[in-house]
């Protein structure tokens, strides 16, 4: 699948505060990936490095397969800030302004507001708009000249539970289009809901990438029980591929190393002399995932 961003370890400091450390990550066409990490993980500064609003101060990284220039900076829309728009004049004033300063033609400017939803209030000053509707507006503007990425950070920030759907709504339909996204999120659930592909950052450093259906279908984790729960966890604590375990109330949730089959466990523990009363694979969601990368990495 062709490169659209090839980012090789960059890192970022601002005084004492390491915001991105030796970050790498490829992000192929028409993925709509997604940075999540907590408060002050790095995702902002990523961000702003990627578009030139922050200057890194090692590594390197690469806009569809050429080092970043005024060319590759005008095929990418972003919503980096909140929107900045006059709040006097009609939507699609404010969009014609923007088109000016950009250097792009009008001719985008009804087919970002429609599928942006705001075409029928196109003629009502940016003031009126709802929290919602300015965010979305924000977002039509970054999409005239027809991007073929679009960065956005934390886009439903902020927004109403209607204008979190209609923002979620949006973004898909824009990945629907052909459009590469890049998202910055602190919430898993949205990432969950929107992103094809998952980088989780913790103090600018990546824990773990992939593709979203990946990592939820991981399932390491087994539920055990017997009579005796205490000779039980001795036993499977010395399995090849134990990791750790935690107890549910009267079971044992065995995290391994990889994947064990259930008919392998149940043997192995026999071989123990240990009687399982209960044996059951669990679907780890990427919650599970996330939650146990950042404690492992505390
Ligand atoms: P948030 O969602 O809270 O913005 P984030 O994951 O986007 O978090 P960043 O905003 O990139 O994280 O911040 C990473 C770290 O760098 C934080 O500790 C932050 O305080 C620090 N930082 C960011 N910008 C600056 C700056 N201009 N000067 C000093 N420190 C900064």
Not at 2 to 30: D, H, M, P, T
Not at 133 to 151: F, H, T, W, Y
Not at 200 to 218: N, Q, T, W, Y
Not at 245 to 263: A, C, H, I, M
Request: glycine share 8%.
């Amino acid at each position: 699948m062709e490169k659209v961003l090839s980012i090789q370890g960059i890192s970022k400091r601002y005084g004492r505060i390491q915001a991105v450390n030796g970050l790498f990550l490829e992000i192929s066409r028409g993925q709509v990936f997604g940075l999540l990490g907590p408060n002050g993980s790095g995702k902002t500064t990523t961000l702003s490095i990627l578009l030139d609003l922050v200057r890194n101060d090692s590594g390197s990284f690469e806009w569809f397969g050429e080092p970043p220039s005024k060319e590759s900076r005008k095929r990418i829309g972003s919503v980096i800030e909140s929107p900045n728009f006059f709040p006097y004049l009609s939507a699609v004033r404010n969009l014609r302004i923007v088109a000016d300063i950009k250097g792009k033609p009008y001719d985008d400017i009804d087919e970002a507001l429609t599928l942006t939803g705001l075409y029928d209030r196109r003629n009502d000053r940016f003031k009126t708009y709802s929290f919602g509707m300015k965010q979305r507006l924000a977002v039509a503007s970054a999409l005239l000249g027809n991007p073929d990425v679009l960065i956005l950070d934390e886009p439903t920030n902020g927004l109403d539970p209607q204008g979190i759907a209609q923002m979620r709504d949006l973004i898909r339909m824009i990945a629907q289009k052909g459009i590469t996204i890049v998202l910055a999120s602190h919430l898993l659930d949205e990432v969950q809901k929107i992103c094809t592909h998952v980088a989780v950052l913790r103090k600018g450093i990546k824990l773990f990438d992939g593709e979203v259906s990946e990592v939820l279908a991981v399932s390491e984790l087994v539920e055990v029980s017997s009579e005796n729960m205490e000779a039980l966890k001795e036993a499977i604590s010395g399995h090849a591929e134990y990791k750790s375990l935690t107890r549910s109330e009267d079971k044992w949730l065995v995290y391994f190393k990889n994947p064990v089959r259930p008919g392998e466990l149940n043997e192995y523990m026999h071989r123990k002399g240990i009687v399982l009363t209960h044996l059951s694979e669990r679907k780890r969601t990427l919650e599970q995932h996330f939650l146990e990368l950042l404690n492992d990495n505390r």
